[in-house]
């Protein structure tokens, strides 16, 4: 997956959980139950729950008649969204094989001794790194 499809999917995904929280809000604040606006919408009330937790996408069609619903125009749902906030990138850029691949065989390592020897084998090569890197001071 490319970076930028990762952040496209980690917006989307900010955004999924915004609007959910914002049909709870609304909802709430009309005092209706799910069941109330599940039955509204001729769904059931877990499918509200999916939306409002994010763990189901809300259709655009599906947002409207929600908006009708609860009588909001349907920007209210996306009120204090700021796009423009994208997820930091990840400090190896996403893209490097040999950190994905190292993460992957680390999980796949069952004996727990094994594990926080590598972690801490890591931690020294790291912190060798460091020291390497400074510079060298003058006497």
Do not use: C, W
């Amino acid at each position: 997956m490319e970076r930028d499809d990762f952040h496209v999917l980690r917006l989307s995904r900010r955004v999924d959980d915004h609007v959910g929280a914002r049909i709870r809000l609304r909802r709430t604040l009309l005092g209706l139950t799910q069941e109330q606006l599940a039955e509204m919408l001729a769904i059931s009330y877990q499918q509200i729950q999916k939306y409002e937790t994010g763990t189901n996408r809300v259709s655009a069609g599906r947002l409207f008649e929600i908006a009708q619903r609860l009588e909001t125009d349907i920007s209210y749902f996306f009120d204090g969204l700021d796009p423009s906030l994208a997820p930091r990138e990840l400090p190896h850029g996403g893209r490097n094989r040999v950190a994905i691949d190292l993460v992957r065989n680390f999980l796949a390592i069952t004996n727990e001794d094994q594990r926080t020897a590598l972690a801490n084998l890591v931690k020294t090569l790291r912190s060798d790194a460091q020291v390497a890197e400074l510079p060298a001071r003058s006497a």
